[in-house]
């Protein structure tokens, strides 16, 4: 009884011990099909080459049949002429078949038919006695040296794709960070980000607009449309753009038109909950009569307008500015310089080329 038991968990330790290598080559051969995200997975994992010590009995299994002969660890290594040891990254020891296995040739052999390769790749080797001749001659033969060379080729594309998708990624960040724009992923989209704003302005149940306009890199007039509300829950300011429009004409009643129609397509009720609108001071939007905040009001009387303090900030620093002589001279000379320098793409890429000498 006690020899069952004690071969009973002898047996255990065994299962045991194959379980703990994952990258057992016996596991592998048996697949019939490949696919890319398999053999990525077999080369994440490596050749298993397990030391003398990680097996159950501290040593390789001797072979009764064949004159006691085993694998030995050694055999994981090539020996140079400088006797340098080289590992054979393709030599895979199957701890459950006690055979081995070439990985390069198993994952990317092409003429896999042949006794000789099938050895290697599906049926393992375990010639003992001629072990040591055996790997010299696998690894000299032109199905293996062209496996090895597949799988080289294969890292290589493979890190040229990373990097091509590195490079990628960067030039999307920079043409964000250029353009003041957010990351977002997949499901951002508009749709989604408008119902979450229109959802909290309806929440916070008043809201004030911010519009103004004015030309993109284009040449075209752009109008952008700001909702500013407070949140129930913390009293914290909220801005977000709702909607950027393309307008060739910006009379106070083409603007009120645009508005009235970004409201109903936000579904905000402005007549209702609009309480302030802030614009430039041009006679489009603060007029008293055919201005943008005149249509407004005639609907919504409780919509204060304010002439926007950024755009009055930046009247009174122009002012202030322009009665120095000198800075007056100063930004008159750098207007110049500009219009002088971007009007001409020969003059642009000059400019640029010594900037970045310059820099550099
Ligand atoms: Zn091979």
């Given amino acids: 009884m006690d020899t069952v038991d004690a071969k009973m968990e002898t047996v255990d330790t065994e299962i045991e011990t194959f379980d703990m290598f994952r990258n057992d080559p016996a596991h592998f051969v048996k697949l019939k099909h490949l696919t890319p995200e398999t053999r990525n997975l077999i080369l994440e994992l490596g050749p298993c080459q397990p030391l003398s010590s990680d097996l159950p009995g501290k040593s390789f299994p001797k072979d009764v049949t064949k004159e006691n002969r085993s694998f030995k660890e050694i055999y994981y290594y090539r020996i140079l002429p400088d006797k340098t040891k080289c590992l054979r990254d393709w030599l895979s020891y199957s701890p459950s078949t006690n055979k081995i296995y070439c990985m390069h040739c198993f994952l990317f052999g092409t003429n896999l038919h042949r006794n000789l390769e099938k050895s290697w790749t599906k049926n ?24 090895t060379l597949n799988l080289e080729y294969q890292r290589k594309i493979e890190i040229a794709m990373n ?17 003041n724009l ?38 075209r007039e752009q109008v952008s449309f700001v909702v500013r509300f407070v949140d129930d829950k913390f009293g914290l300011v909220h801005e977000k753009v709702i909607a950027i429009k393309e307008s060739p004409v910006t009379t106070g009643k083409d603007l009120y038109s ?4 970004i409201m109903e397509k936000e579904k905000l009720n402005w007549k209702d909950c609009l309480i302030g609108q802030s614009y430039d001071g041009a006679s489009n939007m603060r007029g008293n009569y055919k201005g943008l905040q005149a249509h407004i009001k005639r609907e919504c009387p409780q919509a204060l307008y304010v002439w926007c303090h950024a755009h009055r900030l ?34 642009a890429a000059t400019f640029r080329e010594t900037q970045k000498k310059t820099l550099t």
């Fill in 124 to 147: 393992g080797f375990d010639s003992w006695k001629n072990l040591s001749s055996g790997i010299e001659y696998h690894e000299l033969t032109n199905d293996h040296v062209n496996a």
């Fill in 258 to 261: 645009l508005f009235v129609a």
């Fill in 182 to 219: 957010a990351f977002r992923g997949h499901r951002d989209n508009w749709s989604d980000i408008s119902a979450q704003i229109q959802q909290a302005v309806v929440q916070s149940n008043m809201f004030s607009i911010s519009i103004d306009s004015t030309f993109d890199a284009s040449r």
């Fill in 314 to 347: 930046a009247l009174v620093v122009k002012q202030a500015v322009s009665c120095d002589s000198n800075s007056r001279y100063l930004f008159g000379n750098l207007e110049s310089l500009y219009v002088l320098l971007w009007c001409s793409k020969k003059r």
């Fill in 163 to 179: 990097r091509q998708v590195v490079n990628e990624i960067i030039d999307i960040v920079l043409y964000l960070a250029r353009h």
